[in-house]
């Protein structure tokens, strides 16, 4: 199995003491002439090793830091994805219609599959709608007058054909709700959302998260929120003999802002902790669900494993009828003393390829970079060694 990145200073640290002691014993009065030097020279390359990274570290600090960041955009985005029947109020200023293919999106209620309660959105890569992205079906079910559950069935496709690249599922309890059309809940009149969600790729199961997000009452246009979660990739990464998950909370200060024309504004700092281990090592652990804004205990945290670290990210994520549209971050402190920055380019939205890209670097020195699209898709490559890592659905895979 694979060291960790703490085994390995560690395991430099007693190499360099040894070094010393053994150079110690050969120095003093008998030492031979520039042994001095030589000594002083040994001590350098030693402080040089433990500064210097091996090909594996900057792997697992690449990941830790990549699902950090997408384990929280793809808790908005799951929660933005009802922002994507807007359109259908009544009051909408340009109302959609369903079973027609609008700006890359496709309604239907009910879904094809004719379930009761249901709704199905086809989302495509192009704004003609001729390459679909996703196919995701929601079904509600009520379980009282302000609280229903709510499960996701979504397929990925490959860009360019028609093959599946993979599927999430997701069952949410919603509570503290005002129900309108299609079930879908008032934003404006705040609820509680419980999640469980699992992400599974080429038939490999890549995530298992659990989150909860409260939305406090506010107008259409603007609204605070709160929420933690924890996910972790149940397959690990076979070439580094470990997996990677991470739990994070945005305690209070969140806010959803609306600007009417179906865009919508996530901005918050979440922090948390980054952890890995040994494949099958971590769990999810809940404690008691919040109701309420600020979050005094956090209802999802992370089990097993060794904690690699700590984060803070400040994050701005805009979504434009539930499909994201442009992400900011701005000094992101990572574990370690890393940092991240994220680039939004506007000009590849609407396509298969990356358009939202990231550094992750220790001082001036780039540790790994990734790309993805709109749908969370993309690739993290490890800077030192080139090698790659497949990301789908935000969170780093096989």
Request: with cysteine; net charge positive; aromatic share 6%.
């Amino acid at each position: 199995m694979a060291r960790s990145p703490i085994g390995l200073v560690i395991t430099a640290l007693v190499f360099s003491f040894g070094m010393a002691a053994c150079s110690g014993m050969s120095g003093g009065n008998g030492s031979l002439p520039g042994s001095a030097d030589v000594n002083q020279t040994i001590g350098d390359t030693a402080d040089a090793l433990l500064a210097r990274r091996t090909g594996s570290q900057n792997a697992r600090a690449g990941i830790s830091a990549a699902n950090a960041l997408g384990g929280r955009i793809r808790q908005l985005a799951l929660v933005s994805a009802d922002d994507a029947w807007m359109p259908l109020r009544p009051d909408s200023v340009r109302p959609a219609r369903l079973h027609s293919c609008e700006d890359g999106i496709e309604l239907m209620a009910p879904a094809r599959n004719g379930a009761p309660n249901s709704t199905e959105a086809l989302v495509f890569y192009d704004a003609g709608c001729s390459q679909l992205a996703l196919d995701d079906v929601r079904t509600y079910t009520p379980t009282s007058a302000h609280s229903e559950t709510v499960h996701h069935a979504t397929t990925f496709y490959v860009p360019g054909n028609s093959r599946a690249l993979g599927g999430a599922t997701a069952t949410s309890a919603i509570s503290n709700a005002t129900f309108g059309r299609y079930g879908l809940p008032n934003v404006a009149a705040g609820f509680a959302n419980v999640t469980a969600a699992q992400v599974v790729v080429n038939k490999s199961p890549e995530l298992s998260t659990a989150a909860e997000l409260v939305m406090m009452p506010g107008t259409r246009a603007s609204a605070t929120f709160c929420s933690d979660s924890a996910g972790y990739d149940p397959s690990g990464i076979v070439s580094l003999d470990s997996t990677f998950g991470w739990q994070g909370s945005i305690l209070s200060g969140g806010t959803r802002t609306s600007e009417g024309n179906g865009f919508v504004t996530w901005s918050a700092t979440p922090a948390g902790t980054v952890y890995g281990g040994a494949t099958g090592a971590l769990s999810i652990a809940s404690a008691t669900q919040n109701l309420t804004c600020p979050i005094a205990r956090p209802d999802f945290t992370l089990a097993g494993g060794s904690a690699i670290g700590t984060y803070t990210i400040p994050i701005s994520v805009t979504f434009h009828r539930g499909r994201l549209w442009g992400v900011t971050v701005s000094r992101a402190m990572l574990p370690g003393g890393d940092t991240l920055s994220v680039r939004t380019n506007h000009a590849r939205r609407q396509s298969s390829r990356a358009y939202i890209t990231g550094t992750i670097k220790g001082g001036r020195t780039s540790i790994a970079t990734f790309g993805v699209n709109a749908f969370g898709n993309g690739t993290l490559t490890v800077t030192s060694t080139g090698a790659q890592y497949k990301i789908a659905d935000w969170i780093v895979a096989q």
